[in-house]
């Protein structure tokens, strides 16, 4: 039950750390359905049986997108939930070419659960893209951002393949699985 209470506490704490940002998408969903989703794709991926990383996953943005600490975190949700939300962080100290380059060459090295989370939330990424892409992106930036994502996926793949196939699913409803 003290999990039950932690997963829920970490929605809370996201929610309202998220509660003024939307989507990118014409539709601006809630920023909060992108970090739902995330959560439960690595939910079903790993069965239930870490907790840790779905409370992760709920939180994977607020440091780099909310004014958020990692010691907030770790005091709100332990050491290793923090961690792995630091270790999908980028750097907004950098300019975001950089950022960009860097998450596909961190890819490959990060531990599996922060790779089980970015290929989650590239997902959702893509997802995003098929249904509701963000008004005034041509099919050319659509494709830019899809080949980035492929490749920092790339360097995720092999630590679990239900998410494997997921990514490969996402990648087929946004273009039909032609970006190499
Ligand atoms: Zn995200």
């Not at 907004?92 to 950022?99: G, M």
């Amino acid at each position: 039950m003290v999990s039950l209470i932690a997963v829920t506490k970490a929605y809370h704490f996201t929610a309202m750390k998220h509660v003024n940002q939307r989507r990118k998408g014409v539709a601006a969903e809630p920023y909060i359905n992108h970090l739902t989703e995330v959560a439960e794709l690595v939910a079903v991926a790993t069965r239930g049986n870490d907790i840790d990383l779905v409370m992760a996953a709920v939180l994977h943005d607020t440091i780099e997108d909310t004014a958020t600490t990692m010691e907030e975190l770790a005091a709100a949700f332990g050491l290793r939930v923090a961690e792995l939300v630091a270790e999908v962080t980028d750097d907004k100290n950098l300019p975001k070419p950089e950022r960009k380059r860097l998450q596909v060459e961190h890819a490959a090295h990060a531990s599996p659960r922060a790779k089980m989370i970015k290929i989650a939330d590239k997902v959702s990424n893509l997802r995003a893209l098929g249904s509701s892409p963000p008004a005034g992106w041509s099919k050319a930036r659509i494709a830019q951002y899809v080949a980035w994502a492929t490749e920092v996926v790339a360097g995720c793949r092999g630590v679990n393949a239900w998410l494997d196939n997921e990514f490969d699913k996402a990648l087929t409803l946004v273009c039909g699985g032609e970006i190499s």
